[in-house]
């Protein structure tokens, strides 16, 4: 059967929610407020917001500026610009190992959207109620040293971003995200709106809106810029897929404020849904990790209506991880789909299977698996030292230097409507800026 001519989003609304939708994750929900809990409050969401700006942006626009050009899957987007561009061919590991990383990160993505949905069914099974402190801790390494529980959460997961991503660009991935991303803010709202009313939302404000320089120091720097390029989802191939399906007639730069601002706008309100819930339980905010899995939960066992709080608040977790996971298996399928004779739903099990597989070596180091395999980690985080800490920068780092180095100057300059003023300040960022950034948080990262 001849295969479908390239998919393309139905408009620009639905591709904003699936930007928005990769973007807004586990990062935004659970990694973005205890970050600033560890970090100090207001003066980590600053160099935060600064990072996202000044690297961030360019290296969005970038990723989508190639995807749109190339208009098929990373790795063959990478090596087609590269000929046309008479740069070596050698251009499309810049792609290949965006795919890569995007599968690696699913499998352990997936395992953490398990927990997820164990937390969305304990929370109305009533298991946080009246708990203490040690009951909440055993809680949660109890799941951890199951291998049966966490394999069947990570497995629902999976079926369901498998289940999504086989129907295509515009019935799985625009449908999920036309429903998801509305639900997600309706809840996100609702949290916000409890944690005004449980008269310590002002305290929430203040820590993180009210900067303490002390606590800035180069290691908040360097974790606020990490942040910035994972909230993003960026060098992992996915905003180039998502790129590759994009019209023409898209402002790039204008779409990419758009995804930034509600990425931004939802990891601000889950700390001001959270951090409200923390202070008037007296709970600790710098609880790091833990702090959604354990400090929060034990927030929902023990006030009123702390069993629906909880089920919304996991909802979203869930509908965030959901969204972001699908974007997460599209670059592999896409790949998969155009460099092979199987179709799309063929492709979507074999590398869904792929990352599935991935995942249960990953949960197993929880567990019956927890000697260190190499470097002194576990499967799980060697997965995520790996992408996090040398895939993504190098992989935005190749991004972006292509864009703003090996393609012709005049006509990305064109292609993102710059004003004469607009064309000196892209390239500064563009040029030296953002990449020396990336490097620095690369370096840095291994150190
Ligand atoms: N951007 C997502 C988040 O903030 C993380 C993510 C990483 C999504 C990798 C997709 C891919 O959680």
Redesign the pocket.
Known sequence: MAKLAHAQWSSRMTFVLAAAG???????????PYMVGESGGAAFVFVYLLCIALIGLPILVSEWLLGRRGQKNPASTMSELARTANKPKAWAIVGISGII??FL??SF?SVIGGWSLYYTLNSVSGTFSGQDADGIGALFNGMLSNPGLLLLGHSVFMLLVIGIVARGVTKGLEGAVRILMPVLALLLVVLIGYGMSTGHFGEALTYMFNPDWSKLTAETVLAALG?AF????LG?G?MMAYGSYLGKEINLLQTARTVIIM?TVI?LGAGLAIFPIVFANNLDVASGPGLIFVTLPLAFGNMDGGMILGLMFFLLLTF??LT??I??LEPVVEFIEERSPLSRVMATIVAGVGAWLLGVAALLSFNVWSEPLMFGLGVFDLLDTL?SKIM?PLTGLGAILFTAWCLERDSVEAELGLSATGKSIWNIIARYLAPAGVIAVFITGLI
């Open positions: 990769s973007a807004v994750g586990l990062g935004n929900i659970w990694k973005f990383g995007a990160i699913l993505y942040h994972f909230t993003l989802s992992m996915i990425d990891a965030a991880a972001s996971a974007s997460l992408t993504l």
